[in-house]
Nanobody
């Protein structure tokens, strides 16, 4: 398994921005698909964004145009840039590392959007 460490969460006002980094403890990073998921209070975990080894990106419908996922393979890190945050973006955000034979999750970081 791969250890993933998320950071950057916190309390932000509606309309604000946050950037969440996720660092992976592996040298086998560039070939993995990296994803960000979130679990709002009382709801199931859902895909926020993902980026493949070919830099192809995917986004959940609710975040398209507001969130951007990108990766730095030299730092074994994936980022989620969040802008125009809304109260409904409040959730625990989890990082995911996926490649053949490996599916690892981070412990999550709390994002709260509130005035």
């Amino acid at each position: 398994q791969v250890q993933l460490v998320e950071s950057g969460g916190g309390l932000v006002q509606p309309g604000g921005s946050l950037r969440l980094p996720c660092a992976a403890s592996t040298s086998i990073f560039s070939i993995a698909t990296m994803g960000w998921y979130r679990q709002p209070p009382g709801k199931q975990r859902e895909l926020v964004a993902a980026i493949t080894s070919e830099m192809k990106t995917f986004y959940g419908n609710s975040v398209k145009g507001r969130f951007t996922i990108f990766r730095d393979n030299a730092k074994n890190t994936v980022y989620l840039q969040m802008t125009s945050l809304k109260p409904e973006d409040t959730a625990i955000y989890y990082c995911n590392y996926k490649r053949i034979g490996v599916d690892s999750w981070g412990q999550g970081t709390q994002v709260t959007v509130s005035s």
